[in-house]
């Protein structure tokens, strides 16, 4: 499979997009509001997620035959932080594109 290909591109874009929300969430929401949103269980799974997105975005980017491992724990680690950010809410924009990517993710790693 290569990153021409369409449904890779479609996950490379939900894996960069998720990777920009979680970043974004956690620095200009999350510390801003404080309490459980800066717990440390909570702002660790947030910035994990947003590194992983960018890490299985890369693999797929250049084309390692890794990605589908590197995507099936994008799609664990993205569904955690959904459900997370869901508990806390008011974080909605986060929740949906964690729950994209980790479809998305879902079905390469498969």
Avoid: W
Avoid at 43 to 63: K, V
């Amino acid at each position: 499979m290569h990153h021409d290909d369409p449904a890779m591109q479609a996950c490379i874009d939900a894996c960069l997009a998720c990777y920009k929300t979680c970043t974004e969430t956690a620095y200009h929401h999350c510390l801003h509001v404080g309490g459980e949103h800066v717990a440390p269980a909570h702002f660790t799974l947030l910035t994990a997620c947003a590194e992983i997105c960018r890490t299985a975005a890369h693999f797929m980017l250049i084309g390692s035959t890794h990605h589908n491992h590197v995507c099936g724990e994008c799609a664990e680690i993205c569904a955690e932080c959904a459900d997370d950010c869901e508990r806390l809410g008011d974080m909605q924009r986060c929740v949906d594109a964690c729950r994209a990517c980790a479809e998305s993710c879902r079905a390469m790693a498969a």
